[in-house]
């Protein structure tokens, strides 16, 4: 016993202790994770987000660094507060404040004292900052404007927010990402990818080298810098244009698909929506429920299109042979129809017309006749009505374009399955003059002003199109994504847009644009004026039409298609016509000759006439 | 060398030199920061160890040339020295953070302590290997305490109660000698009596102690200790369960209060008193199976254990050499010491076997306690592992503690 007691004491404490390490080491995995929780800091590496350019080069958007001044409460030391109020104008009692809530956030990690530090504040803070222990500079990145508009093209950039964490591993608390416009669209192009250091860190929590010599560092990747596809002077002057108008612009080069101008109005300068500003203002935006500023109605709005649609039914008439060029329609102040006399007005003109001045006088019972034609070369209505419908469809209506913009919308072109629904089909059945007023672009028909942009190119090309897209050059070199190089064809023969094009051009040269004439250029355009309806404390009521024009010009090389649509604007020539008139000439020459023109449009305001229904008084429209 | 030597045990010294070599790559890893420097830096721990190291083989060619007859004809003179050397603390000595416990030469401190052990080892054995000293006898056990205690007495005040508790470890070599059982037996009461209270509070450990008396109190009705004596002891623990919550809270100062608490569970400090634990714990268990490399443990690196090059160095051989390294380490201490129990048996001479024991008993207590305290089950005691822990003094003292057991190991068949 005297001589083993030693041995087994000895041995069983060897076996405790191995045990007790098998336990702390192999079965509990808390303290690896705690180790790496204590001793590692990741710390990442931000890149400069890329700069955006317009089609010509000129800088839209760059970078501004930015300083916050930051604090990690458990470092700080007694300093001279005086002297650090004074810099920072501060009173002491702020100081003291945010302080505070910097030490109860927490001790060890950093919290914003002052954010965004003016020019001359970092400058003279810089100096003396070796004195603050605790303290320090936290240099980021943000946007800098070179532009005061455009702001639904570029979009913003915000902090991410919990749901983005949770989705995309990417992200972490107080990462910045693009929201709307191109800085969302392409925001994996625009912030490139973020670089990772992992610090070797002490007890004391400071920063001792790099982990294993950083073998699980990487570098930041610079974003890339993009040319978009606008016009930056043109987006300018067309924002200018639609001051104190309400509506949207959309301008495409046919020969490319590029999108030359995308305006909303109202709109705001994308200057507010950076940094300490941002949230406040994003708010007041945001609850702008009457003008809604952040409401891009270039792709959102979704308006009956009112005559412009006239010119795709004349394709699908000749495309489907119930009409020639040379057959005329009589008008008798409109179309009657239906057995109970029911009428679709029209405006007093020659009769009866073919289809060239039909375009170009936008004869309501002319394309009635067409239309019923369509539909009633089928044995049935809605047989005549899927083929009316696939034909439109190829025009990209009806759907969503499949661009590379943020947001948008795929406005409406009917099918018999809907009309089916409507008229509770096979109960009741339903025949062409039930959907005549697709006829003429009112009715079911539904358009976002791209989609009428993207038509008006079209029949520039002649029956093909490109997506629309916003996006140019990466890095310089031009895009080469096949959805955007590709020409999507229509299902109608090229050698039918021929007699349709003169019908526009017709619109310009005698018909409802002659007002609108540009000396040297030859436009093909279309005017509309759709009446519009609110409901008001639950009455349906009519406002003041909506102003519609769409053009492409010159006519034989079209260089710009272009739809303007100008809420309340009253008829087609009006507003949109004056407006898509000095867009053209804009791009095209450079100059204004027309200023008087000019100088109507930048000086009338519908906001009066915006105001009518909100007012509460009984008003009148179309004056 | 005599002409009797039966040459040195290589087996100890190969263990010995293991466990050096080790330590000092361990220490290296420890003490090196984030700057990588020459291994001879003597401005950072590693490089003074290195000179330690050296020195100590210097030592051992030392301990080793001299007569085996010479440590057991001058271990008297060695004790007194050493309790000189100690008592002369309390004049000459130089405080090293709050411990009155080194002399100071230039840049280099020396710790009396560590040599304390050995020269108390000597009086002990010489003492026991009297033949007039019969262990059994009361009045030679209280000359055998007195030798014993009279230097961990003059080392508590310092204070260093960790170095004092070392003392404990000569009750191996009385044990051996023929000192009864009862004391352990005692002893070991005593302290399962003072952690049950801690634990339970002392009505549960009363209502034990009588339960257990009642049980041999009708059983072993015919055997010795008897009934008197059954509830002699009864009374005695149920009396010490009591005044041990007294003296917990009355006589223990918070500091030592804190330390049992946070062993036993009963509090949760990560970062104040139990911070030491913990982090130790986290190094160690980040280790996993392999560890995470020589000078590569992020916790070592980080500095997050406090005096991970001295008392904590067990930490850092968790983390970068994993379960694998730490495994090996104990093992080793475990070969050792069992190794050099059968050269203690194996010695005819009764001095040489009493050092012999004494040498396990004192390496065992530092083992016991230093890696108990790393590994977070016991309470944190202040005291180096032997031959691993940063430091000249601890160092030298437990060479020449092995050393001269080796040189004596050699000499046993002189008799």
């Known amino acids: 016993?005297?001589?083993?007691?030693?041995?087994?004491?000895?041995?069983?404490?060897?076996?405790?202790?191995?045990?007790?390490?098998?336990?702390?080491?192999?079965?509990?995995?808390?303290?690896?994770?705690?180790?790496?929780?204590?001793?590692?800091?990741?710390?990442?590496?931000?890149?400069?987000?890329?700069?955006?350019?317009?089609?010509?080069?000129?800088?839209?958007?760059?970078?501004?660094?930015?300083?916050?001044?930051?604090?990690?409460?458990?470092?700080?030391?007694?300093?001279?507060?005086?002297?650090?109020?004074?810099?920072?104008?501060?009173?002491?009692?702020?100081?003291?404040?945010?302080?505070?809530?910097?030490?109860?956030?927490?001790?060890?990690?950093?919290?914003?004292?002052?954010?965004?530090?003016?020019?001359?504040?970092?400058?003279?803070?810089?100096?003396?900052?070796?004195?603050?222990?605790?303290?320090?500079?936290?240099?980021?990145?943000?946007?800098?404007?070179?532009?005061?508009?455009?702001?639904?093209?570029?979009?913003?950039?915000?902090?991410?927010?919990?749901?983005?964490?949770?989705?995309?591993?990417?992200?972490?608390?107080?990462?910045?990402?693009?929201?709307?416009?191109?800085?969302?669209?392409?925001?994996?192009?625009?912030?490139?990818?973020?670089?990772?250091?992992?610090?070797?860190?002490?007890?004391?929590?400071?920063?001792?080298?790099?982990?294993?010599?950083?073998?699980?560092?990487?570098?930041?990747?610079?974003?890339?810098?993009?040319?978009?596809?606008?016009?930056?002077?043109?987006?300018?002057?067309?924002?200018?244009?639609?001051?104190?108008?309400?509506?949207?612009?959309?301008?495409?080069?046919?020969?490319?698909?590029?999108?030359?101008?995308?305006?909303?109005?109202?709109?705001?300068?994308?200057?507010?929506?950076?940094?300490?500003?941002?949230?406040?203002?994003?708010?007041?935006?945001?609850?702008?429920?009457?003008?809604?500023?952040?409401?891009?109605?270039?792709?959102?709005?979704?308006?009956?299109?009112?005559?412009?649609?006239?010119?795709?039914?004349?394709?699908?008439?000749?495309?489907?042979?119930?009409?020639?060029?040379?057959?005329?329609?009589?008008?008798?102040?409109?179309?009657?129809?239906?057995?109970?006399?029911?009428?679709?007005?029209?405006?007093?003109?020659?009769?009866?017309?073919?289809?060239?001045?039909?375009?170009?006088?936008?004869?309501?019972?002319?394309?009635?006749?067409?239309?019923?034609?369509?539909?009633?070369?089928?044995?049935?209505?809605?047989?005549?009505?899927?083929?009316?419908?696939?034909?439109?469809?190829?025009?990209?209506?009806?759907?969503?374009?499949?661009?590379?913009?943020?947001?948008?919308?795929?406005?409406?072109?009917?099918?018999?399955?809907?009309?089916?629904?409507?008229?509770?089909?096979?109960?009741?059945?339903?025949?062409?003059?039930?959907?005549?007023?697709?006829?003429?672009?009112?009715?079911?028909?539904?358009?976002?002003?791209?989609?009428?942009?993207?038509?008006?190119?079209?029949?520039?090309?002649?029956?093909?199109?490109?997506?629309?897209?916003?996006?140019?050059?990466?890095?310089?070199?031009?895009?080469?994504?096949?959805?955007?190089?590709?020409?999507?064809?229509?299902?109608?023969?090229?050698?039918?847009?021929?007699?349709?094009?003169?019908?526009?051009?017709?619109?310009?040269?005698?018909?409802?644009?002659?007002?609108?004439?540009?000396?040297?250029?030859?436009?093909?355009?279309?005017?509309?004026?759709?009446?519009?309806?609110?409901?008001?404390?639950?009455?349906?009521?009519?406002?003041?039409?909506?102003?519609?024009?769409?053009?492409?010009?010159?006519?034989?090389?079209?260089?710009?298609?272009?739809?303007?649509?100008?809420?309340?604007?009253?008829?087609?020539?009006?507003?949109?016509?004056?407006?898509?008139?000095?867009?053209?000439?804009?791009?095209?020459?450079?100059?204004?000759?027309?200023?008087?023109?000019?100088?109507w449009i930048l000086s009338h305001s519908l906001e009066e006439e915006y105001a009518k229904p909100i007012s509460g008084e009984p008003f009148i429209i179309n004056q | 060398m005599t002409k009797n030597s039966a040459g040195f045990d290589w087996i100890s010294i190969f263990i010995y030199l293991a466990l050096i070599t080790f330590g000092w790559a361990n220490i290296y890893s420890a003490s090196l920061g984030s700057n990588a420097g020459s291994f001879f830096d003597l401005s950072q721990p590693y490089g003074k160890q290195a000179l330690f190291i050296g020195l100590s083989i210097f030592l051992i060619v030392i301990v080793l040339s001299l007569e085996a007859k010479f440590y057991q004809r001058f271990s008297s003179v060695i004790y007194i020295l050493s309790l000189l050397s100690l008592a002369g603390l309390f004049v000459f000595g130089k405080t090293i953070s709050g411990a009155t416990s080194w002399y100071s030469f230039g840049s280099f401190g020396v710790q009396p302590s560590e040599f304390a052990k050995f020269a108390t080892a000597l009086a002990l054995a010489k003492y026991l290997s009297d033949i007039h000293t019969n262990i059994k006898k009361l009045s030679n056990q209280i000359k055998a305490f007195i030798i014993i205690a009279l230097p961990a007495l003059l080392i508590i005040p310092q204070p260093d109660p960790g170095s004092a508790l070392v003392y404990a470890a000569f009750f191996f070599p009385l044990y051996r000698e023929g000192l009864s059982g009862f004391y352990l037996f005692a002893g070991l009461s005593c302290v399962a009596v003072f952690i049950l209270t801690l634990l339970a509070g002392p009505i549960w450990v009363s209502a034990g102690v009588i339960l257990v008396g009642l049980f041999l109190f009708f059983r072993k009705r015919k055997k010795r200790p008897g009934r008197i004596l059954i509830t002699f002891f009864g009374i005695i623990a149920i009396g010490l369960s009591f005044s041990v919550n007294y003296i917990f809270e009355n006589v223990f100062e918070q500091r030592h209060r804190d330390r049992f608490n946070i062993v036993l569970g009963k509090e949760v400090d990560s970062k104040g008193i139990g911070y030491n634990t913990n982090q130790s714990e986290i190094a160690i268990g980040s280790g996993g199976w392999l560890g995470k490399g020589w000078t590569q443990g992020t916790q070592t690196k980080g500095q997050f254990v406090p005096e991970q090059h001295t008392d904590y160095i067990f930490s850092t051989v968790g983390e970068e050499w994993g379960f694998l390294g730490s495994a090996t380490v104990i093992l080793l201490f475990v070969l050792l010491l069992l190794r050099l129990i059968r050269l203690a048996e194996r010695q005819r001479n009764q001095f040489y076997r009493v050092y012999g024991y004494s040498v396990i008993g004192i390496l065992f207590i530092h083992f016991l306690v230093n890696i108990g305290m790393v590994i977070g089950i016991f309470p944190t005691v202040g005291i180096p592992l032997p031959f691993f822990s940063y430091g000249g003094s601890g160092l030298w003292g437990f060479t020449i503690l092995l050393f001269i057991f080796i040189k004596l190991d050699s000499d046993r068949l002189s008799f």
């Open chain 1, 1 to 599: 016993m005297r001589k083993i007691l030693l041995y087994i004491t000895i041995l069983t404490t060897g076996l405790i202790f191995i045990g007790r390490l098998f336990y702390l080491q192999i079965v509990d995995t808390s303290l690896a994770i705690r180790s790496q929780d204590n001793a590692i800091k990741v710390v990442y590496d931000y890149p400069q987000r890329g700069y955006i350019y317009d089609r010509d080069g000129k800088l839209m958007v760059s970078n501004q660094p930015s300083y916050d001044v930051m604090v990690i409460p458990r470092n700080l030391k007694p300093f001279d507060t005086t002297e650090f109020c004074g810099i920072l104008n501060l009173s002491r009692e702020d100081l003291e404040k945010k302080l505070d809530k910097a030490r109860i956030y927490s001790p060890m990690l950093p919290s914003v004292v002052i954010p965004q530090l003016t020019k001359s504040e970092y400058a003279i803070l810089q100096e003396k900052m070796r004195k603050y222990e605790g303290f320090y500079i936290q240099k980021r990145s943000l946007r800098d404007y070179q532009v005061d508009h455009s702001a639904n093209v570029l979009g913003y950039i915000a902090e991410v927010n919990q749901k983005i964490i949770n989705e995309n591993p990417y992200y972490i608390s107080g990462d910045l990402i693009g929201r709307a416009g191109v800085e969302s669209y392409y925001e994996e192009l625009l912030r490139g990818v973020k670089g990772v250091k992992h610090i070797q860190k002490d007890r004391f929590n400071r920063d001792i080298g790099p982990y294993k010599n950083g073998i699980y560092d990487t570098l930041p990747e610079k974003g890339k810098d993009i040319s978009l596809t606008v016009d930056a002077e043109l987006q300018a002057y067309g924002t200018k244009l639609m001051k104190n108008k309400r509506g949207g612009i959309v301008a495409i080069e046919p020969e490319s698909g590029e999108i030359l101008t995308l305006i909303t109005a109202p709109t705001y300068d994308p200057a507010k929506l950076v940094g300490r500003k941002r949230s406040p203002n994003f708010t007041e935006l945001y609850y702008d429920t009457i003008a809604r500023p952040l409401y891009d109605r270039g792709l959102l709005a979704e308006y009956p299109p009112g005559s412009p649609f006239k010119t795709l039914n004349a394709l699908i008439g000749l495309q489907e042979g119930v009409v020639d060029t040379n057959d005329k329609f009589s008008c008798n102040h409109g179309y009657a129809y239906g057995s109970r006399g029911r009428k679709l007005g029209c405006h007093a003109h020659k009769s009866p017309l073919d289809m060239i001045p039909g375009i170009a006088q936008s004869c309501n019972a002319y394309f009635a006749n067409v239309y019923r034609r369509v539909i009633e070369k089928y044995p049935t209505s809605q047989e005549g009505m899927d083929v009316w419908n696939s034909h439109l469809k190829s025009f990209g209506l009806g759907d969503y374009l499949g661009s590379d913009l943020s947001t948008g919308r795929p406005g409406k072109i009917p099918d018999s399955e809907y009309y089916n629904r409507i008229y509770d089909y096979p109960t009741y059945n339903w025949y062409a003059t039930a959907t005549i007023s697709n006829a003429i672009g009112q009715g079911e028909v539904l358009m976002t002003p791209i989609q009428l942009a993207n038509m008006a190119a079209t029949i520039g090309n002649k029956g093909w199109y490109y997506t629309p897209h916003i996006l140019k050059e990466i890095d310089g070199k031009p895009i080469k994504e096949e959805k955007y190089t590709t020409k999507n064809h229509t299902t109608i023969d090229p050698r039918h847009f021929d007699p349709v094009v003169e019908g526009m051009h017709e619109v310009y040269k005698s018909g409802t644009a002659s007002t609108l004439r540009i000396p040297g250029v030859e436009i093909a355009g279309k005017t509309g004026t759709a009446e519009n309806f609110a409901k008001i404390d639950g009455k349906r009521v009519q406002l003041t039409d909506h102003s519609i024009f769409v053009a492409f010009a010159p006519v034989d090389n079209p260089k710009i298609a272009i739809a303007v649509f100008v809420e309340n604007g009253y008829w087609g020539s009006r507003y949109a016509g004056r407006m898509a008139s000095l867009m053209i000439e804009k791009y095209l020459k450079g100059t204004i000759t027309r200023t008087d023109m000019e100088s």
